[in-house]
């Protein structure tokens, strides 16, 4: 089961911390992804991150601003966003992908598991 928390209303130019915390299985066997969702626009990857935590990956609408990171010994997957843009609104998703080892997949086909979302609105 994943959780997703931390969203919120935020004007542009600020940030926000999401996490994403993980029970019932092996969080460290698991490649973690972030996904969002835009009213009317479909399901788009955002970052991943392996299972040992030493490669990341991002969308290019997000390099330089958005940072992943995990914890293992906690269970639990975070998105650091910075300098957050109007564009950047939408339901945040995390995502589990047990298949991979190092590589990050940013097809949302290839996350076995899902969490339920939290809402990130960036305001002008």
């Known amino acids: 089961q994943l959780q997703a928390s931390g969203g919120g209303l935020v004007q542009a130019g600020g940030s926000l911390r999401l996490s994403c915390a993980a029970s019932?299985?092996?969080?460290?066997?698991?490649?973690m992804g972030w996904f969002r969702q835009a009213p009317g626009k479909e399901r788009e990857f955002v970052s991943g991150?392996?299972?040992?935590?030493?490669?990341?990956y991002y969308a290019d609408s997000v390099k330089g601003r958005f940072t992943i990171s995990r914890d293992n010994a906690k269970n639990t997957l975070y998105l650091q966003m910075n300098n957050l843009k109007p564009h950047d609104t939408a339901v945040y998703y995390c995502?589990?992908?047990?298949?991979?080892?190092?590589?990050?997949?940013?097809?949302?086909?290839?996350?076995?598991?899902w969490g339920q979302g939290t809402q990130v609105t960036v305001s002008s």
């Open positions: 995502a589990a992908d047990g298949q991979r080892y190092s590589v990050v997949s940013t097809y949302t086909a290839d996350y076995e598991y």
């Open positions: 019932g299985r092996t969080f460290s066997s698991y490649v």
């Open positions: 991150i392996s299972r040992s935590g030493d490669r990341s």
